[in-house]
């Protein structure tokens, strides 16, 4: 859908890394896009949290981002989950180079009983390059209790290591958010940062994460009417949102209980804006420069 880019409010409000939103998307257009000569301007989206590299898209991988590129999805940021798949993630990065970006981290999911071993294997990566992010990491108390204090062990290790290569950390919690809010907060005292994804907890616990700095992923989750999240969103400020889509799971509606996609993320920024009575511009222009700056790529 391409549209004209309206900025909303003054410039100067929305501000990542020293440069002015506009010259933000400018750059993004560019880089991204590879346009030459720009006459109109698409509403520029990140989706900071996308599976992509996930068997679900062998098939038609190439038209699926050629969708979400349509739609004005300029940035893929794809968490990691565990050894079996870096291979994928990274062989996305190395065929869209500046649009997909890899983290690396161990899942909750897949802290199991060789899970020293699986965290040798993401600290190894992370000596060697670099990553958007320490991700995804957590506590998922929902599928399996075995392994709880092994799933402390590894999110507290991991944490460690985001502040050592001064990396954000993306947050999967299940079951468990108080207990991750209170695991992350004595390392957000020591500065870092980063997004509890797939938010969907009260107005009150969305305050703590804000008070401490991090950011929260919305998605697909809000399109459910019973989800309380679209409530929960009008009472958290737009600085501190990011969008994500999660695919391949946890479509919005119209396509819930199928295949995700990033194209869909178009349905989230605009439940966001019926929550929060913005525009939709609004919306792609603040949290695109939210997650600009939590990644630090411009
Ligand atoms: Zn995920």
């Known amino acids: 859908m ?3 880019f309206t900025l909303p409010g003054s410039a100067h409000f929305y501000n990542a890394g020293g440069k002015s939103l506009v010259q933000c998307t400018v750059d993004l257009i560019g880089k991204i896009f590879r346009m030459q000569s720009i006459n109109c301007l698409v509403m520029i989206l990140v989706d900071t949290h996308c599976h992509l590299y996930l068997p679900e898209f062998d098939h038609d991988r190439a038209a699926m981002l050629d969708r979400a590129k349509r739609k004005g999805v300029a940035r893929f940021f794809l968490p990691n989950i565990d050894s079996t798949v870096v291979d994928q993630m990274l ?7 500046g649009a997909c970006f890899p983290m690396m981290g161990l899942h909750p999911c897949s802290v199991k009983e060789n899970y020293q071993a699986e965290l040798q294997v993401i600290e190894d990566w992370l000596a060697k390059r670099k990553f958007a992010a320490i991700g995804e990491i957590g506590l998922d108390f929902y ?7 092994s799933q402390y062990e590894a999110f507290n290790r991991q944490m460690e290591w985001g502040l050592q290569y001064n990396l954000p950390v993306v947050i999967h919690s299940r079951e468990a958010m108080r207990e991750c809010v209170d695991t992350v907060k ?30 929260l992923g919305i998605g697909g989750v809000i399109t459910y009417k019973k989800s309380g999240v679209a409530e929960m969103v009008k009472d958290v400020p737009l600085e501190y949102i990011v969008l994500e889509t999660d695919a ?7 396509f819930r209980g199928k295949r995700n996609e990033s194209s869909y ?14 525009t939709v511009e609004e919306v792609a222009a603040i949290t695109t420069s939210n997650a600009l700056k939590i990644f630090g790529q411009v």
């Open 186 to 215: 004595p390392f957000a005292a020591r500065g870092l940062k980063g997004i509890f994804h797939c938010f969907g907890d009260s107005v009150e616990l969305a305050n703590e994460i804000t008070a401490i700095g991090f950011y």
């Open 265 to 278: 993320i178009t349905y989230v920024a605009e439940a966001i804006a019926a929550a929060k009575q913005v």
């Open 143 to 149: 599928w399996d209790k075995t392994f709880t204090e």
């Open 248 to 254: 391949p799971y946890l479509s919005p509606v119209p």
């Open 2 to 4: 391409l549209r004209n």
């Open 91 to 97: 062989a996305m990065e190395s065929a869209l180079p």
